[in-house]
């Protein structure tokens, strides 16, 4: 059974910052790229950084880009989603999925395995 734990999510003042964590069990890890997407109410699910399979390639959304760092330890079965600078609008739940894919993509419906989310909310 696959399984994507993620932690990391809590309360944090605008400007500060959080690192998110994606647990995987249930598949050979390393042979998937994991992507973290973001919801926050009222809005569909967005995305927001991945990582491709041997870490050698990353991506991140526009807003994203000098704050958020994506990283993947296959040794241990995570993958880590550092977010610095936080801001009010990066309130969201947050999510970790993974592809088996060679083709990823940052359209959420073409992963296959997800995480139940964490929540991270940012105060003003």
């Known amino acids: 059974q696959v399984q994507l734990v993620e932690s990391g999510g809590g309360l944090v003042q605008a400007g500060g910052s959080l690192r998110l964590s994606c647990a995987a069990s249930?598949?050979?890890?390393?042979?998937?790229?994991v992507g973290w997407f973001r919801q926050a109410p009222g809005k569909e699910r967005e995305f927001v950084a991945l990582i491709t399979w041997s870490g050698g390639s990353t991506y991140y959304a526009d807003s994203m880009k000098g704050r958020f760092t994506i990283s993947r330890d296959n040794a241990k079965n995570t993958v880590s989603l550092q977010m610095n600078s936080l801001k009010f609008g990066d309130t969201a739940v947050y999510y970790c999925?993974?592809?088996?894919?060679?083709?990823?993509?940052?359209?959420?419906?073409?992963?296959?395995?997800w995480g139940q989310g964490t929540q991270v909310t940012v105060s003003s």
């Open positions: 999925a993974a592809d088996a894919s060679v083709v990823v993509t940052r359209v959420p419906g073409g992963w296959r395995y």
């Open positions: 249930g598949l050979p890890f390393s042979n998937y790229a």
